[in-house]
């Protein structure tokens, strides 16, 4: 375990797993410790060198004093990335902190080699997993909203034990605060970006970006993903044979074989 310091003099916890100028950066979902990615960064570290991070306020990184969004956990991301001393770095996002990963390209520029986002919403989200997001940001609904998302996660599919207790203990133990925080941030992407492939289509230049995702399943969402990187050559997307909403659960190997490929193409 190593630790930076970032933006208000916050420590941040993280795990460097190998050596070399390269490295990859494991970046976890809102209310998610690093231990999120299970087995994933062991398996990427195997061949590659591998750094993974708990946000502020998240794992065994310290609590900040006052309200933070998602500019510090792009900070803390910096401070990470300084303090390994990595020249060249991969992205590897998870859900919303897709944001953070384009925001880090848009700031450190060509020291982001390639960003993979792993199971995001890339598209315009539709209206009523937006009114989860706005629930989740409201003090009389983020519980409920929190509730649905566990439900959705975990109903009906086939959820390998350290999801779900990964889901109904770690996640579920951050607070309402942290729960409206993270909804608030969501929201605010979308609001200012409209959606995640725009906003990657504004960089100049653009990065190789690759979408590795296992659900949902709906024929047409990866149909309108290979239209888009048919038009845009530094976009690839990869549907994943997983069954959770959480594919390094359930497809870690298929992840690194994508990722590494992505990289050394």
Sequence with gaps: MAQATAAGNVRIDYDDFGQGDSAILLMTAWCMSRSGYGELAQKL???????????????????????????????????????????????????HSGWVAIELRRRLGAKITRIVHLDWVVFPPPEPYMGLVRGLASPDGWQQARDTLFTIWTQGIPNPPKLVTLIKEEMASYSGEMWMRSGREIAAGFDQHIFPLQALAKLDPPVPTLHLYGQPKDPGYLVAQQDFAFKNSWFSVHQLNAESFFAQFDAADEIVDAVEKFIHS
């Design 45 to 95: 570290a195997e061949n590659n060198r591998v750094l993974t991070l708990d946000w502020r306020g998240h794992g065994q990184s310290e609590i900040p004093a006052g309200d933070f969004g998602a500019n510090e956990l792009v900070e803390d991301a910096i401070a990470v990335i300084e303090a390994s001393g990595a020249k060249e770095i991969t992205l590897v996002s998870m859900h």
